[in-house]
């Protein structure tokens, strides 16, 4: 994908954070999606839906766009002024009680959301893989906390942060939590290349929580943090 396609849609109103568009391509890079029209993708956590609509365009797939705080009402509106109305559903669920059919996903994408809810040891296996097909996918980009520092989120990253440091996990210990199953091929975490500009994008923005990040940025959130790429294959048995 070309990220210059969708640069109109990047605004201060969408972003909710690093650009999600760039964590995105990233993944979608290293990990193409090989999908049809009749696929069904799930985008866990989408906020404002800007990558629902990427995810859309670019694969062909039906998207289900799933947040807890944007309702599905306003994402809904955005999608029919996107022209991606017939292609994305809107859903307001929680991450831990989702109401889709077992195996229904092709592929499950999550981008800087992920880490708010399924930081336990138990949650990957218990609440997502169900819903993901043979032969599918799990894409997942979010902030997190350099392997060299792992065990020091707290009094690294409080005064940024506060109570919500304990959610930036090293790619390491996500690599745990998504744990092995009978069901999973291969699990990957690694650092993410676009961390930088994902930043500069949002720290560039007028958005009141940009402005309160941008007086960490070189203090905490640069020396300390990465972005964690996540994917998992499942088997086709
Ligand atoms: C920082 S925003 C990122 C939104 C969007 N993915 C992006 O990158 O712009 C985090 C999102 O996680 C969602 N979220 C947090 N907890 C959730 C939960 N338990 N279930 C579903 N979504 C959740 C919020 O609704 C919010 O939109």
Redesign the pocket.
């Known amino acids: 994908m070309n990220i210059i396609d969708y640069k109109k849609y990047v605004s201060a109103e969408t972003?909710?954070?690093p650009n999600?568009v760039r964590i995105l391509a990233e993944l979608l890079e290293k990990y193409p999606l090989q999908t049809d029209s009749d696929d069904m993708i799930l985008d866990?956590?989408?906020?404002?839906g800007?990558?629902s609509l990427i995810i859309a365009k670019e694969t062909g797939a039906r998207v289900f766009a799933?947040?807890?705080?944007?309702s599905a009402e306003e994402n809904g509106k955005r999608f029919a002024e996107w022209g991606v109305g017939e292609q994305v559903t809107p859903v307001c669920?929680?991450?831990?009680m989702l109401h889709f059919e077992k195996k229904q996903f092709r592929a499950v994408i999550s981008?800087?959301?992920y880490h708010?809810?399924a930081g336990s040891k138990v949650f990957f296996q218990e609440k997502i893989l169900p819903f993901v097909k043979e032969n599918g996918e799990v894409l997942i980009g979010i902030p997190g906390l350099k392997d060299e520092y792992a065990g020091h989120a707290k009094e690294l990253l409080s005064d940024w942060v506060g109570e919500d440091a304990a959610m930036f996990k090293s790619p390491k210990l996500w690599k745990e939590l998504i744990g092995s199953s009978d069901r999973i091929q291969l699990v990957k975490t690694w650092e993410m290349d676009c961390f930088r500009e994902a930043w500069n994008d949002w720290l560039e923005t007028e958005n009141k929580f940009a402005l309160d990040d941008r007086q960490y940025f070189e203090t905490i959130i640069k020396p300390y943090t990465c972005f964690t790429g996540i994917y998992v294959k499942i088997k086709n048995q």
Do not use: V
């Not at 866990?44 to 404002?48: I, Q």
């Not at 799933?66 to 944007?70: A, E, G």
């Open positions: 972003m909710m954070g999600s866990l956590g989408c906020g404002t800007l990558t799933n947040d807890l705080w944007i669920e929680d991450a831990s981008i800087d959301s708010y809810f």
